[in-house]
């Protein structure tokens, strides 16, 4: 069973930046989108950014102009670069993958990855 592995979670400053990263164990095929969730501490799990492949990114209100997705199509990873950091964007970090094959949705989530912000 293909799931997804997330890298890059650290205990930062407020203002530092970090990059995660997501990748499959195995091969998935014929992706839909790539998203990137959160889930801070008593809180639901929150959108924070979305790439539907061949399209443009769309980003929560609250980290428009800091975070930015990207994709290495070379390695069907995707990446959410997180600028200017602060204490609410501590959470832990989820990617998923949506798949389409012949018209068949099917979700893939990683573990998460933990993303503190204090000084």
């Known amino acids: 069973q293909v799931h997804l592995v997330e890298s890059g979670g650290d205990l930062v400053q407020p203002g530092s930046s970090l990059r995660l990263s997501c990748a499959p164990s195995g091969s998935i095929s014929t992706i839909y989108s790539m998203e990137w969730y959160r889930r801070a501490p008593g809180k639901q799990r929150e959108l924070v950014a979305t790439r539907v492949l061949g399209g443009t990114p769309n980003y929560a209100d609250s980290v428009k102009g800091r975070f930015t997705i990207s994709r290495d199509s070379s390695k069907n990873t995707v990446n959410l670069q997180m600028n200017s950091l602060r204490p609410e964007d501590t959470a832990v970090y989820y990617c998923?993958?949506?798949?389409?094959?012949?018209?068949?949705?099917?979700?893939?989530w990683g573990q998460g990855t933990q993303v503190t912000v204090s000084s």
């Open positions: 998923k993958m949506v798949q389409v094959d012949r018209g068949v949705w099917k979700d893939y």
